[in-house]
């Protein structure tokens, strides 16, 4: 049995149409074709392929001085911006404010 507001939600939905419907049903087939071209074979072809590409186009790369990491850990920080920096500035003096007052 539905809930009351499945009930609500259903009635404030329009039925799909026809057009709709068939739509729907031929991206579920084309996805389900998709699915079967995925195969471990198929993405071993592919990771080769995107291998090759690299060793082919290496000679056209920019070499660099040190290796770029995807993920430094906090290591290399973005700059401040200033608005972030005058909104601190605020909450020090506002901090400052409330110290003072309370001792």
Do not use: C
């Amino acid at each position: 049995m539905l809930s009351y507001r499945e009930r609500q939600r259903r009635k404030s939905i329009a039925p799909e149409s026809i057009k709709t419907k068939r739509a729907r049903e031929k991206l579920r087939r084309q996805w389900a074709a998709q699915d079967l071209l995925i195969t471990p074979q198929a993405l071993a072809d592919t990771v080769d392929k995107i291998h090759k590409w690299i060793a082919t186009n290496a000679p056209h790369r920019t070499p660099l001085k040190e290796k770029i990491r995807l993920f430094d850990y906090g290591e290399n920080a973005a700059a401040i911006s200033r608005k972030i920096e005058q909104f601190a500035q605020k909450l020090q003096t506002e901090f400052a404010a409330t110290y003072k007052r309370s001792t």
